[in-house]
T-cell receptor
Framework: NAGVMQNPRHLVRRRGQEARLRCSPM?????VYWYRQLPEEGLKFMVY????????ESGMPKERFSAEFPKEGPSILRIQQVVRGDSAAYFC?????????????FGDGTRLSIL | DQQVKQNSPSLSVQEGRISILNCDYT??????FLWYKKYPAEGPTFLIS?????DKNEDGRFTVFLNKSAKHLSLHIVPSQPGDSAVYFC??????????FGPGTRLSVLP
């Protein structure tokens, strides 16, 4: 399967716990983007990463959220001390170029539920 | 401020007829536009794109029209099929900038 892989597909956490969402980009893609979708809303950009670098995190909440894309392994979106408002679908996308005139390809998302 | 708007939250069309989904944008710097289709519990799937140097791009049953002066694009699906029932997002960006997505239009194609 050469598509964007996200896991887990569903994640349930209690308030105050940590959530870790993983994303492996499409083969040959070195640009990774994270988006959040709240119910009945569109996709909101969170962060853009290349290997070992955060390029643009202008959409990330200032606290509790962090992202990384290490030299080896998947990209990780980490949410510390989760709150009810963090419940959403989190999508990862990848592309072969930096936000140029080429589509981004999406994974099937992680649905995060906070109890 | 919503830079990309899809003013119709939902649309119902009879099978075999044309579906027209609309999208408006406010940022005149946008030069690349895409449509994605999304089924429940799946990620968005790229459908078709258009750059600002064109005003039309066609791929099978799908055609995207771009009217730069009106800052408007539309997706035409003809003929519509029940399998086209999904949420459709338009998205736009300027070179080197993040994509901005609209809120989506839910299309229902009735058999």
């Amino acid at each position: 399967n050469a598509g964007v892989m996200q896991n887990p597909r569903h994640l349930v956490r209690r308030r105050g716990q940590e959530a870790r969402l993983r994303c492996s980009p499409m083969k040959g893609h070195s640009h990774v983007y994270w988006y959040r979708q709240l119910p009945e809303e569109g996709l909101k950009f969170m962060v853009y990463l290349q290997k070992e670098n955060i390029i643009d995190e202008s959409g990330m909440p200032k606290e509790r959220f962090s992202a990384e894309f290490p030299k080896e392994g998947p990209s990780i979106l980490r949410i510390q001390q989760v709150v009810r408002g963090d419940s959403a679908a989190y999508f990862c996308a990848s592309s072969p170029v930096d936000r140029g005139p080429q589509p981004q390809h999406f994974g099937d998302g992680t649905r995060l539920s906070i109890l | 401020d919503q830079q990309v708007k899809q003013n119709s939250p939902s649309l119902s069309v009879q099978e075999g007829r044309i579906s027209i989904l609309n999208c408006d944008y406010t940022n005149s710097m946008f030069d690349y536009f895409l449509w994605y289709k999304k089924y429940p519990a799946e990620g968005p799937t790229f459908l078709i794109s258009i750059s600002s140097i064109k005003d039309k791009n066609e791929d099978g049953r799908f055609t995207v029209f771009l009217n730069k002066s009106a800052k408007h694009l539309s997706l035409h699906i003809v003929p519509s099929q029940p399998g086209d029932s999904a949420v459709y997002f338009c998205a736009a960006n300027a070179l080197g900038q993040n994509f901005v997505f609209g809120p989506g239009t839910r299309l229902s194609v009735l058999p």
